[in-house]
């Protein structure tokens, strides 16, 4: 399988910690989307992605996926051990509802496509940070009020709650949002940063993040 992927990219970092949780092998293939303009937006790559986004999937068939979200399930769906949703119908709902809270109402609002749409309308980086703040931060209390007080996200193990939750937290850090008001959320972080698996995907650890 090959990934296209971008070091800090959301998106992409969950589909990184998912492949690692599950111990599949995949070729990174590193889409940057800053230099000339964007590599996202050149035709070579919107031969793959027609949305021009990041991340991308060519599985081992040669089938290209797209949106995190379709890929994660494909990936759970294709390869079931080990499981990121639990076996109980409401167990799974609460790693879902968790999931599409940040995959959804907060990662979408942070897209730097939405940004630099906000720029161009005229706000000042001042407006855009006071934006980012604002909705993560609402987004983030909803979570520390729907996870667990033990463990990850829904327990001992990492789940499809913990996929989106550690990469949302990533960019409210890159963005300087404070995370004081959530200890809920704070214990699954210290948790994750120490599973080799989450170690494996994070940005400081992929080959295409600037020296």
Known sequence: MDL??????????????ALALKGLEVRHVPVNLIRDGGE????AYRAINPQGRVPALRTDSGEVLIQSPAIIEYLEETHPQPPL????ALQRARQRQVAALIGCDI??????AVLNRLRKMGTDEDGVNAWIGHWISEGLAAVEALIG???FCFGAQPGLADVYL??????????????????RILRVERLALEHPAFRTAHPDAQADKPA
Do not use: K
């Open 166 to 183: 550690l990469p949302q937290l990533y960019a409210a850090r890159r963005f300087a949002v404070d995370l004081a008001s959530y200890p």
């Open 40 to 43: 996202h937006h050149q035709p």
């Open 4 to 17: 296209y992927t971008y070091y800090r990219s959301t998106s992409s970092y969950r589909v990184r910690i």
């Open 107 to 112: 990662h979408p609002l942070h897209n730097v």
């Open 85 to 88: 949703l639990p076996g109980d």
């Open 149 to 151: 007080d033990d463990g």
